[in-house]
């Protein structure tokens, strides 16, 4: 069955470091939805991509869709003590939306 | 504009009771979605209602059942609670379909001793 897996599960980093976050499908995906879960938090939707090769950027966050509409990344620049918390990617399948096994980002002043 | 409402906040129940999760969804989502988030773990999709039937259930037992009414809010039934069952349960929604984002809830958080 479909299956969305991310890595790492968990990364822990300086402020001020740059992270990353990456995501893999294993079908083809009509588009990659991120969500982020702060601590104690539940999901908040950040941005949805559909177009292969699409780039997006949110301040800090860039996402990408990779060419083959199965793999995304999170790229976070310069990260700040308010990153921290799980960030999961989510591919929709025909009646369900797969939500990745999700990356727990810890920042460390 | 008002976001995904649930009730209640916390639960306390003992095992084998019953238990029912309550969800208001924003207005104009026609899609309510249920998830289970054990502590500290992943989303695993219980219940997806759209249009007052239900659309697709996930690997759960038929003790996990739901409804939505004729104003788009649901209900997420437990029956025969088990320990495992303490999780928290997060309701969302959307415009029908999984190609739209979903808006989530604060979730209920359950706990069975």
């Known amino acids: 069955g479909q299956q969305v897996m991310q890595i790492p599960q968990y990364q822990h980093v300086q402020e001020g470091e740059d992270f990353t976050t990456y995501c893999n499908s294993s079908?083809?995906?009509?588009?990659i939805q991120w969500y982020k879960q702060r601590p104690g938090g539940h999901p908040v939707f950040l941005i949805q991509?559909?177009?292969?090769?699409e780039v997006k950027k949110q301040k800090r966050l860039t996402f990408q869709f990779g060419e083959a509409k199965k793999n995304s990344s999170l790229h976070i620049t310069a990260t700040q003590t308010t990153d921290v918390g799980t960030y999961f990617c989510?591919?929709?399948?025909?009646?369900?939306?797969?939500f990745g096994t999700g990356t727990r980002l810890t920042v460390i002043p | 504009e008002a976001g995904v409402t649930q009730s209640p906040t916390h639960l306390i129940k003992t095992r084998g009771q019953q238990v029912t999760l309550r969800c208001s969804p924003i207005?104009?989502?026609?899609?309510v979605y249920w998830y289970q988030q054990a502590l500290g773990l992943g989303l695993q999709f219980l219940l997806w209602?759209?249009?007052?039937?239900?659309?697709n259930r996930g690997n759960f037992p038929p003790r996990f059942s739901g409804r939505q009414f004729p104003n788009y809010s649901s209900e997420l039934n437990v029956n025969a609670l088990e320990l495992e069952d303490s999780a928290l349960y997060l309701c969302?929604?959307?415009?029908?379909?999984?190609?739209?984002?979903?808006?989530f809830g604060p979730g209920t958080r359950l706990t069975v001793t």
């Open positions: 969302a929604s959307s415009f029908g379909g999984f190609t739209y984002e979903q808006y």
């Open positions: 079908t083809t995906l009509s588009n």
């Open positions: 991509l559909v177009k292969s090769g």
């Open positions: 989510a591919g929709p399948g025909a009646n369900n939306l797969f």
């Open positions: 207005s104009g989502h026609t899609s």
């Open positions: 209602y759209d249009e007052g039937e239900e659309r």
